[in-house]
């Protein structure tokens, strides 16, 4: 076998016997370095981001704080939550899709976060 079919030989037999949990993470870090993103797992605390992945939960939190959007992106390495301060929906926020947001990167309660960032749906959710 040369070098070209090991290489696809390796890479069939690996998606055959590994979790599908870990063939969707590898997917999704993988379309996140096409889109050019940063991998989350690589991003700190301060810096401005540009982060792409598919959203895994989106709630409101409870109307006697503050009103605000959350919703936890992960993109195969890690996850960071968007917040969205002052909003109770935003249409086509919800889990299942994928999204690009950017904004300033920070930490609340040990989880990376982004605050009201900018974003764009990328595809539709699966059904």
Known sequence: MGGTEA???RRMLRRLTSDVEQL???DLSAGAAREGAQPAAAC???QEVTV???LRTVEFCSPDAHASLEAELFDGTDGVTLIWMGRRRIPGIEPGRTVRAR???AVRDGRKVIYNPYYEICQASEA
């Open 7 to 9: 290489g696809t030989f």
């Open 24 to 26: 969707d993470a590898d």
């Open 44 to 46: 700190a605390s301060g």
């Open 52 to 54: 792409f992945g598919r």
């Open 103 to 105: 904004g300033r990167l």
